[in-house]
């Protein structure tokens, strides 16, 4: 599977000259650590003071990591995938929400991406993040085991109903919802909530996917507990399994606050989790499902290996994998091709309200090592490839 993996031909087919030259410039402007630190707060600014932003970033970098501002713009990039065997999950990315008006919308938009998955067989799941249904401080307090005050009672009150909507709507259409997870400090409160959701909805099917970060040291037991519970109570368990987005933040608390760090002290202790977590679940996949949701070509080469070697079918509809739009091409076309499930994140949403996970993926291709120069490796080698080809 791996040698596959370089086959840029394969990977870029949907990309015109224009665009790879574009996505070479891009990673490299995102490479450098000093550019998107200066830039990041440069877009923090100006989003603070409520400066135009589009006319730079939407021809740049929110074409390159988005489908569109709303689900209808996204129906070039849901067919082109279509087309080489590659499904959609649209993400409505509205992220640092405050207000029930906001959240209210939100759920909202949920919605229409669980009614439009209903009517399109190219979009598997809908996904939604916690932080889009609830304030963050809200979480934070409820997980710190705080008193409510009657206000926030409320509030909360207020997103169940929510979230409870989105998963009723997903119960009736037979839509599953992924719920992504987020820093460690909110993340057994959402823990909590969506292990409730799981045993009330996912009743003989996987409906509601829980995620797990597997830089965090506990959550391959925690997989397992989950897995228990939820078998115990005839419910069937669904996760999705990422390292984890938000490294660097929960050292930084953990420093800052004095606690041990959640977070695995190296990397090759995250992979092992990851791959371990993966293996878990392809073992007892006649229980549960699972969505792969990685970059990393050793951790798909090995789910892949493993799911040949189990005999469970490439296209077992309890089994996915997923990568964001815009990166790792080279995974998810060659999988695809393969036979096995692939989905592409298409985040999607107004330019200003998407320009955090716009931050994150720019942050994340620095700091992640080796990815910015991966993609640009492969990037390079397609574009003289074709060159090559020419002559
Ligand atoms: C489809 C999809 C959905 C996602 N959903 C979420 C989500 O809901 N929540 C979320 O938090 N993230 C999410 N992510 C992002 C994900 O958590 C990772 O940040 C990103 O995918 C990079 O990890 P990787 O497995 O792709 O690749 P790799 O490049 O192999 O791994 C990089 C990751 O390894 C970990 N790592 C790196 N260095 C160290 C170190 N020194 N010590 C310990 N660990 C280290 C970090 O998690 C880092 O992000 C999602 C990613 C995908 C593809």
């Known amino acids: 599977m791996i040698e596959t993996f370089e086959n840029t031909r394969l990977a870029f087919k949907d990309r015109s000259d224009r665009e790879l030259r574009k996505a070479y410039w891009l990673f490299r402007l995102v490479g450098n650590p000093f550019l998107v630190k200066v830039g990041a707060i440069k877009l923090r600014i100006a989003l603070w003071l409520r400066l135009p932003v589009n006319w730079i970033l939407k021809p740049t970098i929110f074409s390159h990591f988005c489908g569109g501002e709303q689900i209808s713009e996204c129906?070039?990039?849901?067919?082109?995938?279509?087309?080489?065997?590659?499904?959609?999950?649209?993400?409505?990315s509205a992220e640092g929400r405050e207000t029930d008006a906001e959240f209210d919308r939100t759920a909202h938009e949920v919605m229409e991406t669980i009614k439009k998955a209903a009517s399109d067989k190219n979009i598997p799941y809908a996904v939604f993040k916690p932080t889009g249904m609830a304030r963050f401080g809200l979480l934070e307090k409820l997980q710190s085991g705080e008193v409510l005050t009657e206000a926030e009672q409320g509030e909360l009150e207020r997103v169940h109903e929510r979230i409870g909507s989105i998963c009723r709507l997903a119960e009736e259409t037979g839509v599953p919802v992924m719920v992504d997870a987020e820093e460690s400090w909110v993340q057994d409160a959402v823990d909590r909530l969506v292990e409730n959701l799981t045993l009330q909805y996912n009743k003989g099917r996987p409906l509601i996917f829980n995620t797990l970060q597997m830089y965090r040291h506990d959550r391959l037991d925690y997989l397992k507990q989950f897995f228990s519970r939820s078998r115990e109570n005839g419910a069937v368990p669904a996760f999705k399994l990422v390292r984890g987005a938000y490294m660097?933040?929960?050292?930084?608390?953990?420093?800052?606050?004095?606690?041990?760090?959640?977070?695995y002290p190296d990397k090759p202790s995250t992979d092992e989790a990851f791959d371990k977590?993966?293996?878990?679940?392809?073992?007892?996949?006649?229980?549960m499902a699972v969505c792969i949701g990685t970059h990393n070509e050793k951790s798909c080469a090995l789910a892949a290996e493993a799911m040949d070697g189990l005999g469970i079918p490439r296209a077992h509809p309890r089994v996915s994998f997923a990568q964001l739009l815009g990166m790792s091409d080279h995974l998810s076309y060659p999988l695809a091709a393969a036979g096995f499930n692939v989905c592409k994140y298409v985040p999607y949403g107004p330019v200003r309200t998407v320009i955090p996970y716009l931050i994150r993926r720019a942050e994340e291709n620095t700091s992640v090592a080796g990815q910015t120069s991966r993609e640009l490796y492969l990037i390079r080698k397609e574009i003289q490839r074709r060159k090559t080809a020419l002559t």
């Open 248 to 263: 660097e933040k929960e050292r930084e608390r953990a420093v800052a606050m004095g606690y041990p760090s959640p977070i």
């Open 75 to 92: 129906r070039a990039t849901i067919e082109k995938l279509a087309a080489s065997g590659i499904q959609t999950i649209l993400d409505y």
């Open 277 to 287: 977590a993966t293996r878990f679940c392809l073992d007892h996949v006649d229980q």
